[in-house]
């Protein structure tokens, strides 16, 4: 039997934002996975940058990876977030059997284009390695655009995917059950939330959306997500990918 079969998962990312890493927790907590989470360890943040470091060209248990994320799951080590929910879904309950579980996927990779990095690339839509302060009218402009043409057209491609489901009965993107693709649609409208607050209270109130925002609270309300998102293990939003400048939101 492969050593990755049992044991418990070891997520490896930076401590004190949600960011990328949040996705990941998210189909752990929901499953009740053994894992452990160097957000929380003392010095967790050395693991993560010894496994980036220029000097590190990997071992037996993967290549080096490009930026955290990352999973070790027995002897296994891999990165990329949707790399990790794909590994994972099976694994934990939380995708459909079979090659229905791409269908899973690109509902997965659609959620995360649209609602985590275009979200990130409009507080940093020249270079990352520029302040914020450095690129704000740029920023202005993108967030503009984001608000008003990008995000509503995600949300209309989810609302469309959601209303036969709804027809049936079923809130969520695919088949009978929650998957992975729902955790992620819902961690991507939560970090709107915090980033966009007016514009999202907006597009809620629109009623254009309602499966969309049905989703979310029918996810934000699942025992163990509800438990998780009143724990400290639930990391605050500040600055990583959703961050709230009240000049990039809706008007008042």
């Keep these: 039997m492969s050593q990755r079969s049992n044991g418990p998962y070891r997520l490896i990312y930076w401590p004190t934002i949600p960011g990328r890493g949040e996705f990941i927790r998210l ?5 009740g996975a053994d894992y452990t989470d160097t957000a929380h360890e003392e010095n967790g943040v050395k693991t993560v940058l010894s ?3 220029q000097n590190f060209v990997g071992d037996q248990s993967g290549l080096p990876p490009f930026a955290p994320p990352i999973l070790e799951h027995g002897d296994l ?8 929910l ?8 939380l995708a459909p059997d079979g090659d229905a579980i791409y269908h899973v996927n ?8 649209g609602l985590s990095n275009e979200p990130h690339d409009t507080h940093h839509p020249i270079a990352v390695e520029l302040y914020y302060e450095d690129q704000l009218e740029e920023s202005k402009r993108r967030s503009e655009s ?3 043409n990008r995000l509503p057209k995600f949300l209309s491609y989810f609302e469309r995917v959601l209303k036969p489901q709804a027809a049936q009965g ?11 693709a729902d955790l992620v649609l819902f961690q991507g409208i939560d970090g709107l939330k915090f980033a966009f607050p007016r514009a999202l209270s907006r597009l809620e109130k629109s009623g254009e959306y309602s499966n969309v925002f049905k989703l979310y609270e029918t996810v934000k309300n699942r025992p163990r997500i509800k438990a998780y998102l009143a724990s400290d293990r639930r990391l605050e939003y500040s600055q990583g ?6 000049e990039l939101d809706d008007a008042e």
């Design 51 to 53: 496994l980036i470091d």
């Design 146 to 148: 984001y608000r008003k």
């Design 86 to 93: 794909l590994y994972l879904a099976p694994r934990l309950g």
């Design 241 to 246: 990918i959703y961050r709230h400048y009240p």
């Design 170 to 180: 079923r809130p969520w993107l695919y088949g009978e059950t929650l998957t992975y």
């Design 106 to 113: 690109s509902l997965a990779l659609t959620a995360l284009d």
């Design 27 to 31: 189909a752990l907590e929901e499953a």
């Design 77 to 84: 080590r891999i990165s990329q977030t949707p790399n990790i």
